[in-house]
């Protein structure tokens, strides 16, 4: 999967925390090998069914702040009062496994990204409306009352988030999930079908026409 530079890609997908961007990212995963999603670290308590490792690397403010320090993150972030940020050697071992990248972080992340890496695909995800983000919300986070004040947050945060959508390349509508997959998928096959990322592949079929 390398482009005409010898790079793999990098693709940003955001959203409002709920309107369903992991589970999107999953489903399209699943069906996409040669992409892999980032992991970034999180200071965040892990929700029931998380995994250390997997979902994210959960981590302890004095962790985190040490690699910050160090310089060990591409991106970093507050948001809804925690840290998360992406470990600059996570795209670097994506990339020398020769997959693309794909990092679900939020709206300042994919700004720092942008100013980082110029090459970065970005898509943001929309909710239908601001009643199915909140139904959406409460069905994953709502079964726990301690997490009223969480989902209370994450809903005034996403009113600002919104607005971000005009500064992403593609905007899918998450709606009907298996329409917003085959868009979502869609995308991410289209850019690598890009002219310019197929000519190491188009010069040797031009060779073998010699
Ligand atoms: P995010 O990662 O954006 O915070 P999640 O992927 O955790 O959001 O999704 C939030 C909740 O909404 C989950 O319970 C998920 O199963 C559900 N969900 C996601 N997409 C849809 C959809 N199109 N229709 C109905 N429920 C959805
Ligand atoms: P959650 O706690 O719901 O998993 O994520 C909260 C928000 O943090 C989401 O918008 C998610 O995309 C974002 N996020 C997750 N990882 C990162 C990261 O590494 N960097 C940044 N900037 N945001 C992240």
């Known amino acids: 999967m390398l482009n005409e530079a010898g790079e793999p890609l990098c693709f940003v997908l955001s959203a409002p925390s ?89 709206v300042q992340g994919a700004e720092a990204v ?11 995800v929309l909710p239908p409306s601001q009643k199915v983000l909140e139904k959406r919300l409460n069905g994953r986070d709502g079964a726990d009352p301690t997490n009223e004040k969480s989902i209370c947050r994450r809903l005034g945060v996403a009113v600002a988030e919104i607005d971000h959508f005009v500064r992403y390349d593609y905007l899918v509508i998450n709606d009907d999930f298996n329409q917003a997959v085959r868009e979502l998928e869609a995308i991410l096959v289209a850019e690598r079908c890009k002219q310019r990322h197929r000519l190491h592949q188009a010069g040797k079929i031009l060779e073998s026409f010699q």
């Open 18 to 106: 709920g309107a369903g961007k992991t589970t999107l990212a999953h489903a399209v995963l699943q069906r996409l090998p040669q992409i892999t999603r980032t992991i970034s670290w999180t200071t965040r308590d892990p929700r029931p069914g998380e995994k250390d490792g997997i979902d994210y690397i959960f981590v302890t403010q004095d962790a985190f702040d040490e690699n910050e320090t160090l310089g060990g993150f591409v991106e970093s972030a507050v948001v809804h009062g925690n840290n998360y940020g992406t470990p600059e050697n996570e795209i670097r071992r994506i990339h020398d496994d020769g997959h693309d990248a794909l990092m679900v972080i939020d």
């Open 114 to 124: 942008r100013t980082q890496l110029i090459d970065a695909v970005t898509i943001f």
